[in-house]
């Protein structure tokens, strides 16, 4: 709405709600003279002025599309308004004849602040690296700090799991009876921040595995410490010690 309606509207609102110019003004803290004005036709106050004296006359001034285009139009002038201030603002900074010593130390926090953000995140995106690469590998089961070997209580028997970057295999040998069970193998998840490793069996190497093959993820909770790796959860409380 451009003036003089805006103005005939806005007076037209107030005394229909029996306010007068100064008891308006009170409500969205203007002063007269500058109402007066804009009641008059005399000037287009900004968006923001309009707002205020609208939501002083609970009237919705922008529920019409011409009123929600000129909404759009002033807030995409506004923006540039500060767009081109914070950018003035910027290049008055870097301006070292006035106020050095201030502009200096503003800089300054602003670049100690950018570094520690940038190290911060390499620092997070290091560990995830980290703890990548430290799964993977061979690793033995473990038992009272000893390598298991009567894994299920079958004498001579010894658990390993080998991890690559996306899958994983559980392997029993049966040292004494010379043979080998590739029990189940499947994909895994890694998630660093809440130290979670998550595994879903998607094969499995025979009918006494079956139990494990049913869609499940499971989910442990992982610690690493030199060479042993601790896995809990789904009722499992073990230990890994890396063998290649």
Not at 134 to 162: C, K
Request: with cysteine; aromatic share 12%; net charge positive.
């Amino acid at each position: 709405m451009q003036q003089p309606d805006l103005g005939k509207k806005i007076a037209k609102l107030r005394k229909a709600r029996g306010l007068t110019q100064e008891e308006l003004v009170e409500k969205c803290n203007l002063n007269v003279r500058t109402l007066q004005r804009i009641e008059a036709g005399e000037v287009t106050p900004r968006s923001y002025t309009i707002k205020l004296i609208f939501t002083a006359l609970d009237h919705e001034v922008y529920n019409s599309p011409s009123g929600a285009a000129n909404w759009l139009s002033n807030s995409t002038d506004m923006i540039r308004d500060i767009i081109r201030k914070v950018y003035s603002y910027i290049l008055d900074l870097f301006n070292l004849k006035t106020n050095a010593m201030k502009k200096l130390t503003i800089l300054s926090i602003f670049f100690l602040t950018f570094c520690a953000l940038i190290f911060s995140a390499c620092l997070s995106s290091r560990k995830v690296i980290n703890d990548q690469k430290a799964l993977l590998g061979t690793w033995q089961i473990m038992s009272n700090g000893a390598p298991d070997t009567t894994y299920g209580g079958q004498p001579g028997q010894i658990r390993y799991q080998t991890i690559t970057s996306n899958r994983f295999m559980v392997t029993d040998i049966q040292y004494s009876k010379k043979q080998i069970y590739a029990a189940f193998s499947g994909s895994y998840t890694l998630d660093t921040q809440n130290k979670t490793y998550s595994v879903l069996i998607e094969a499995i190497g025979g009918p006494g595995y079956a139990q494990y093959m049913d869609g499940k993820i499971g989910t442990f909770n992982y610690r690493l410490k030199d060479s042993l790796l601790y896995l809990k959860g789904n009722g499992y409380d073990e230990v890994w010690k890396r063998v290649k």
